[in-house]
């Protein structure tokens, strides 16, 4: 039987964004989720989820099945459509509806992507000639959609206005939300931090260093200035043991970050919460998640000399633009809300 809509997820952020894509009601209760990630963290998120959405993603399939699926559905759901698979099942599609999840803060270079003559759907960091050949296909492909009202962009991250004119200019259908989904789903008891007295420091791991574009030094350096007794740290999932056990010798409480995402881990943190962060997802999700209780962000922009010789122009242009958006979004919460927000981000 033909599934009416099958979703693919790869990463824990995308398993959220799928979720309040259906809250929001961007999409219909999908018949097929397929994880293609890891499943104990993605599992994790959906288990605070409408029960039917848990049965969704309880199959296995193979790349075959999973391609076959995507290519038959009447509606797809793309978690990353910066995915070679993603790119394939674009391309073999003529009609039918594609929804675009967020998959983190890399969603801001698909959205410029999509609203720009000429640019390939890839990753900031991606530099193979056939995968940008491959995403430069892609996009013309959605474009096309888009002018048949096809398209629809799942946003719950802030958009410039630059970008959501262009978008709308190409027809792309997008569908804004609030997070109303991740600040109110009860969490279980054993799934929260523990509440602190006082002001709560929290440290966040990055994968900068894991995906070649920080030194090693200059990320191991960042985290021995943040670091110490008293504070909490949250690694990547991709955080190397060495990086942990340099948490533990500064003094620092390592929390365990390989079920929900920090998003949810820390929204429920009572009284004071600061955190120091390198501009990432978290520096848009967080804000918006806890606006109503004290937050404070810390961002630290990297300098020229910190970056590896490497890093993609593109890559560090995406950084710096989350530290903007991050900054901007807080001042819009501070003034668009019937009860202003009570976080603060700093940029230094």
Known sequence: MRSVTVATIASPLQAMSLVEAVTAGAVEQPDTVIVDGPRLQIDAVLALADPRLRRAAAGHFSRRQHLALLRTAREIVLGDPFSRMAHVVVLSRTRGRIVVLEDGAAVLGAWRTLSTDGAALVRAHGRRRVTRQ??????RRLRR??????????????MSAEIADRLQARSF???????????????????????????AHVVLGSALAADGHLSRKGYRDWLTTHLGPGTMFLPHRRDRPGEIEL???CGAKIV???RLTAELL????EGELVIDSFPMTAALTIPAIRREAPTTLRLTRLPARCWEPTTPASMIALIDEIAELAGSADQARKT????PSTSTVVVT
């Open 173 to 199: 259908d997008v569908i804004h939300h609030d997070f109303e989904w991740s600040r109110t789903v009860p969490l279980p008891v054993d799934q929260r931090l523990p509440t602190a007295f006082g002001t």
């Open 134 to 139: 491959l995403g430069r296909l892609a996009t």
């Open 266 to 269: 820390l929204r429920d943190v």
């Open 145 to 158: 959609l888009a002018d048949r009202s096809e398209v629809a962009l799942v946003a719950g991250l802030p």
């Open 336 to 339: 668009g809300h019937r009860s």
């Open 247 to 249: 948490a533990r010798q």
């Open 256 to 258: 365990q970050s390989d």
